[in-house]
């Protein structure tokens, strides 16, 4: 089992973990997820000669909230700051949806940080939103006081797929509000960092067009699809996923 660590970022306690060694590579999880997931895919690249930080991000695990209704460009400023904390300058990016936006964002703000990145189902691109979410968005603005108990709020996420907000907290909510509300699709083209993009071609959370238009719109990136496998790819797929990694950031660095 990894090594737990902890530190204080701007008066956020932060909980993590930091386990191999050799070239750096910060490790950011999806939404509603922590670092336990993802140990396959450390494991992995640890054996492979990589030292890997994966932080919970501040929300998620064993982790602080953030202290106000964060949005993406906020986890990015953070977690370059955890970097910084830890006196790693420059670092390869491994990044899973949720963690894939905070990972663009890191890359526009700060792109000397950054070697080069792996993004799995990053959530970069938001596409239209269904019917049943925009209804689901209406409600949640104005009709909360329609729903006063629990079983019919539970009912209403179920119906309009919104199970992540359902499980958060009020002020997690809140970030989820936000983070959903940013498309980086107009910033992708300055996105000047190497990146390799690993798509699930069954992924439903992020389907395959979104990592398409991706890779279309990043300069410097690389697409490659895996047939067999949906938007669990880095954490049910480690092996895969792993050998992908390792020959992208030894050819690029």
């Excluded at 006063?148 to 958060?168: C, I, M, N, T």
């Amino acid at each position: 089992m990894p090594l737990s660590h902890s530190t204080d970022v701007g008066g956020i306690k932060i909980h993590y973990r930091r386990l191999g060694s050799g070239e750096p590579i910060l490790l950011l999880h999806g939404w509603l997820q922590e670092t336990e997931k993802y140990l396959p895919l450390v494991n992995e690249l640890t054996s492979r000669g990589f030292e890997v930080i994966f932080p919970d991000l501040p929300g998620f695990g064993q982790s602080d909230e953030p202290p106000s209704s964060w949005d993406s460009i906020d986890y990015a400023k953070f977690t370059s700051k955890f970097m910084q904390n830890l006196n790693i300058t420059k670092y390869n990016l491994v990044a899973h949806s949720f963690g894939g936006q905070i990972a663009v964002q890191i890359s526009l703000l700060n792109p000397e940080q950054i070697k080069s990145m792996v993004l799995t189902g990053a959530a970069a691109i938001r596409p239209r939103p269904s019917l049943k979410v925009v209804i689901f968005q209406l409600i949640a603005k104005i009709g909360k006081l329609l729903l006063p108990k629990d079983f019919g709020k539970k009912l209403l996420y179920f119906l309009a797929g919104e199970h992540d907000y359902e499980k958060a907290s009020k002020r997690m909510q809140e970030v989820f509000k936000n983070v959903r509300e940013q498309n980086l699709k107009s910033k992708l083209p300055n996105v000047t960092t190497r990146t390799l993009l690993l798509w699930g071609a069954k992924d439903g959370a992020t389907p395959l067009k979104l990592g398409k238009q991706m890779n279309l719109l990043m300069p410097n990136s690389t697409l490659i699809i895996f047939d067999d496998i949906g938007h669990k790819l880095p954490y049910a797929k480690a092996t895969k996923a792993a050998e992908g990694i390792e020959a992208f950031f030894r050819i690029i660095n």
